[in-house]
């Protein structure tokens, strides 16, 4: 009988100490999730920037081609006159 009583007292325990590890593990997941999601925001914001930096990059080498290629015919143009 005693042994009954100090079972379900321990089992009592247990399920108190199960339900606060749970509650405390559910907590540790949210919070890793939350970060993971963060990081992965953060990596895409990054990645877009980057483009947006590539393509900017070229636009003005592009246009700085152009613009050189321009000056180019102009001198030749300037030359051929005299």
Do not use: C, P
């Not at 890793?32 to 963060?38: I, K, L, P, Q, S």
């Not at 920037?49 to 300037?78: D, E, M, N, P």
């Amino acid at each position: 009988m005693e042994e009954k009583k100090h079972l379900n007292e321990l089992e009592e325990r247990f399920h108190v100490l199960e339900t606060e590890y749970n509650r405390i593990m559910d907590e540790r997941r949210r919070a890793r999730e939350a970060r993971e999601a963060t990081e992965r925001h953060l990596q895409t914001l990054i990645r877009a920037a980057l483009t947006i930096q590539a393509f900017w990059r070229s636009f003005k080498v592009r246009k700085a081609i152009k613009a050189k290629k321009r000056r180019g015919a102009a001198i030749q143009k300037k030359g051929k006159r005299f």
